[in-house]
Each structure stands twice: as structure tokens, then as C-alpha cells.
């Protein structure tokens, strides 16, 4: 700089010295004295004190809050939870901090160094999960009402057993009782294939697929169910026409089943189920029996018809046919064929056929063996006074307490992945609540097989051989279902149907003593079951 600064001395009077001046003031001019600026100096105009400015006393100060405290109590409750720092440190990015703005604010070189010193600073604390809804809970009134519904047609056969009549078959069985087996067989393994197939479409949220599988799917089934009756000779004139029946009443059945109207089915049985329970006491007319058969029949099919679309179907099908009669070979484009065929005919369309035949064969399978536990002495040439009727009308009375233990192993398995804290916790509880269950059915089983040969009339007496192979059917026909309801059903398919094949060559062959063979299948089977379950539901993933 080129001059000298100039300093204002403090004070009113305080004029601009110099910096660096030596000027001194005295009393009597320049020589000595005291010093400008010094106490006791004296200006031009008399003495005059020239005092330093005061000074501030520092104040006591407060220590500035750690923004890292901050941090904790905003984001403690995550911070807490996190059982990796990079959890926190997603959550330090998600919250827009940036590494530049991490190392002005907290000191640190970026959010994955921040969030190593959060997790290491906040202690763990996993809180516990909200009580959620349990998507498993079903009524115990509807899945009861569901096993009325599956045995009640049963009572058709008290109202038509006098229109049956005739010389018994050469294994001593009541007239046309194996050309209505046939049918019911074959009735059985198509219901279960084509409820699979109309139930998946409505788990993709398309009931009017389902409704126009049902459509092509019940006739044809009651057709087959028909001609496999038809295929069966020797039988009474009125046992086809019954047979006929029963085939109609399936696909009926099934349409309202797999659309949920299973009050509207329980009330198109009233009549033949009331009629049924009048037979026992008072001797109907054969006139009566037909009618309040063909009534509950008309009214199922009736109602059944309602629920499908019908009309919509009737369109659909004119306008294929139109289009087949319409279509000529090589009309068109030939780059538009190909890219109409492309795009279209290869293109998954909703689920696939193949994956509902496995159902097919679980039904054929567990139909047979309960086939067997009814009539498998008698097949083996054993007397007409061995059929163990009441033991194939508890297993199917069981289904509807079946199905709502099912979905309480299903509750009770996805409570045990929420508390459970590690694979071998989880495994266990799925294991107590699979037997809880299991005990429970069989227990239910058991009641309905003592109950129901007690009230059958002329029933054989449910022996220790009898009972345990009606515990062993009744815990194949759980586990498969249980199989079954997690995916699993190629596996269940495969031992159902082996068992009954089994049973089958031992019967045909005559192997074996008929009550011994049925026990050494079934308890083969349920211990293959057994350890399917095991290993297939022992793992977390398989219930979520």
C-alpha cells in the first residue's frame, strides 16, 4: 500500500493517527512526556485519558448437538431392525443423502462408512410383525355342509334298491351293483380332472372361462360316465337308466360344487334325501321312489344349467363353426397366415391340460382304494355279508372335516414361519401341527366308522384288522390331500395310484389273504405319504 493506515483512537474526542507516526504530546510541545495515547497524555485543549476498548467476556458455551443423535432418533426404529449395515445404508441413500453432504454434516467418507457406525452404535431390536389376517380361516359350517353334500347321494340307492332287483351277480352282490360302480368310478376321476381345470381358471380371475370349461367339460363326463355303465353286461334293464342318472347328477353336481351354490345343491337333494329317510320306516310306492328320484335330478341339472353360460356358450360355438366352414385353403395373405399363426396358436392361453390329469389319476387311485375297503372281500370271492359299506360312507362323510383340518394346518403352518427363528424351529412346529391335525381327522374317522356300523343293518363288525386299515385309508387320502393342496400332486398321484394297483394284481391274482393285503397297502402307502410330507413340507419356501 501506499500511504499509511489511519486508526480512529476510541473515544469521542479520538482523532485519525497514523499508523507508525511518532508524534508525541506534551505539555509544552514536542519534547518528552508521556505518550499519546497513554493515560495521563493532554491534548491541545487540556488533559484528556484515552482508554482501550472493553473487552467482551467470552461467554460460557454450549456444546452444539451431534447430528449423529439426530440421525439415530429419526431413524432409529429402521437402524434397529437392520440386520446388515448395507440395509442402513439404503436407507440413508433412499433418504437422498449424498456422500458429499454425509462428510459436511457427519464427518464420515460416505453412507456405507456411516451406516457400519449406525449399526454398530444402535443395538438390534427386531420388533414383531403386525397381527395379520389369517387368509386360511374357512367356515367349520361350510366345509361340513360340503361333506353332507358328498355323502347324501348315497340315500338314491335306498330309494332305488327295489327297482333293482333281480338275480345276484357271480360275486354274490345285489344286481347291477357293478355297472353303477363303473359309472361312479369313471364319474369320480373326471370330476376331479375337470374341477382341477375350472378351478384354475378361476384362479386367474376368469370365471367365464370357468364357466364355459364347466359348459363342454359336464356333459361330456356324464357321457363317459354313461358308456363306461353301458360297457358293464349282465346288469338289470333300470340299471343303466340309473347309471344314466348318476352320471347327470355328477356333472350337475360339479358345476354347482366348483361355483360355490352348495346350499342350492343341498336343497335340489331334499327330496330324495327325505324320501330316503321315509323308506326306512315305511315301504314307498315304486312310483313315489321314481319321482322324488327324478325330481332331486331334474333340479340339480336344472339349477346347474343356470349357473353356466349357456347362451354365450351356444355363440361361441356357432361362430367356430362358421368360421371352420368359411376358412379355405391358401386364402389370404401367406405373410399375414404366418404371422397370425405365430402369434396366436403358439401363445399359452390359460393352463394347460396336462397339468389336471395328475387330479385325475388321485381320483382314480384313492376311488379305487376305498372301492376295495368296501367290497374288497367280496371281490376276492369272500361272502355277500363282508361288505364293509359303512367304512366307504365314513371316509366320505370325513372329506368335509378333512378339508377344514387342511386349512388349519395350513393356518397353523404359516403362524409357525412368522415365530419360528430358524429351519429346525419351523420344522418342528409344522410337525406338531401336522399331527395335531392328522390325529384330529383320524379321530373323526374313527367316530363316523364306529357310528355307522352300529346303525347299518347286518354290517360286519369292525374289526382291529378293519379299523386300522380304515385309519391307514384315512391317512392316504389326508396326506395326498394335504400333498395335493401345496402342488404336490404328481408325487400323491403316484402312490395312490400304485397302491391301487398293488391292491389290484393281489386281487386278481389272489395273493394273499383280501383283509391282510388291504392293510399291508394302505400302511405302505400312508408311510410313503408320510415321508413325502416330510420332506416336501419340511422346507420354509414351501409355505409361503
Not at 369313471?186 to 364355459?212: E, F, K, M, N, P
Not at 399363426?341 to 393352463?351: F, H, L, M
Not at 362323510?397 to 378333512?402: D, Q, R, T
Request: hydrophobic share 50%.
Amino acid at each position: 500500500m501506499s500511504g499509511s493506515l489511519w486508526l480512529k483512537p476510541p473515544g469521542p474526542d479520538g482523532g485519525w493517527v497514523p499508523v507508525g507516526s511518532a508524534a508525541r504530546r506534551t505539555p509544552g510541545g514536542a519534547g518528552g512526556g508521556a505518550a499519546a495515547g497513554t493515560p495521563g497524555a493532554r491534548g491541545a485543549h487540556g488533559p484528556r485519558a484515552y482508554t482501550l476498548p472493553a473487552v467482551p467476556r467470552p461467554r460460557r458455551s454450549i456444546p452444539a448437538a451431534d447430528p449423529m443423535d439426530e440421525l439415530v432418533a429419526r431413524l432409529g426404529v429402521f437402524i434397529s431392525a437392520a440386520v446388515h449395515p448395507d440395509e442402513i445404508a439404503a436407507i440413508l441413500e433412499s433418504d437422498g443423502m449424498t456422500d458429499e453432504y454425509i462428510r459436511l454434516t457427519y464427518g464420515r467418507p460416505d453412507s456405507f462408512g456411516l451406516a457400519e457406525e449406525l449399526f454398530a452404535r444402535v443395538p438390534r431390536s427386531f420388533p414383531e410383525p403386525a397381527d395379520a389376517a389369517d387368509p386360511w380361516k374357512v367356515s367349520l359350517t361350510a366345509c361340513l355342509l360340503r361333506g353332507v353334500i358328498f355323502a347324501l347321494p348315497g340315500l338314491a340307492y335306498v330309494l332305488g334298491a327295489p327297482l333293482l332287483d333281480g338275480p345276484k351277480d357271480r360275486l354274490g352282490l345285489p344286481a347291477g351293483t357293478l355297472t353303477l360302480l363303473a359309472g361312479a368310478l369313471i364319474g369320480w376321476v373326471w370330476d376331479q380332472t375337470l374341477s382341477h381345470r375350472a378351478y384354475s381358471w378361476l384362479g386367474l380371475g376368469d370365471r367365464a372361462a370357468a364357466g364355459r370349461t364347466l359348459l363342454v367339460g359336464a356333459p361330456a363326463g356324464s357321457l363317459l360316465g354313461t358308456a363306461a355303465a353301458l360297457a358293464v353286461p349282465g346288469g338289470p334293464p333300470f340299471s343303466y337308466a340309473f347309471a344314466a342318472g348318476q352320471a347327470l347328477y355328477v356333472g350337475a353336481a360339479t358345476v354347482l360344487l366348483v361355483l360355490g351354490r352348495e346350499r342350492v345343491l343341498l336343497a335340489a337333494l331334499g327330496p330324495m334325501a327325505a324320501g330316503a329317510v321315509l323308506a326306512l320306516f315305511v315301504d314307498l310306492p315304486v312310483p313315489v321312489r321314481m319321482t322324488l328320484l327324478a325330481v332331486s335330478l331334474a333340479a340339480a341339472s336344472t339349477l346347474a344349467v343356470r349357473e353356466l353360460p349357456l347362451a354365450a356358450g351356444l355363440r361361441g360355438a356357432l361362430r367356430r363353426v362358421r368360421g371352420w366352414a368359411e376358412r379355405r385353403p391358401g386364402a389370404g395373405p401367406v405373410r399375414w397366415q404366418m404371422l397370425r399363426g405365430a402369434e396366436e396358436e403358439y401363445t399359452p392361453r390359460g393352463p394347460r391340460l396336462g397339468d389336471s390329469v395328475p387330479y385325475g389319476v388321485f381320483g382314480l387311485g384313492t376311488g379305487l382304494l376305498v372301492l376295495y375297503a368296501a367290497l374288497g372281500e367280496v371281490l376276492a370271492g369272500g361272502p355277500a355279508e363282508a361288505v364293509a359299506a359303512p367304512s366307504a360312507v365314513a371316509l366320505t362323510l370325513s372329506m368335509g372335516p378333512a378339508e377344514w383340518l387342511l386349512h388349519r394346518f395350513r393356518s397353523g403352518s404359516l403362524a409357525g414361519l412368522r415365530a419360528a427363528r430358524s429351519s429346525r424351529a419351523f420344522r418342528g412346529r409344522m410337525l406338531g401341527t401336522l399331527a395335531r391335525c392328522l390325529a384330529a381327522y383320524l379321530a373323526v374317522l374313527l367316530a363316523l366308522g364306529v357310528t355307522g356300523t352300529l346303525l347299518w343293518p347286518g354290517a360286519p363288525v369292525l374289526t382291529g384288522v378293519r379299523t386300522a386299515t380304515l385309519l391307514l385309508l384315512g391317512a392316504v387320502m389326508w396326506t395326498g390331500l394335504l400333498l395335493q393342496s401345496f402342488g404336490a400332486v404328481r408325487p400323491a398321484a403316484v402312490v395312490c395310484a400304485s397302491a391301487a394297483v398293488a391292491q389290484s394284481l393281489a386281487l386278481l391274482t389272489g395273493l394273499g389273504q383280501p383283509r391282510m393285503v388291504q392293510l399291508a397297502v394302505a400302511a405302505t402307502a400312508a408311510a410313503a405319504l408320510a415321508v413325502l410330507v416330510c420332506l416336501l413340507l419340511g422346507r420354509a419356501t414351501a409355505h409361503r
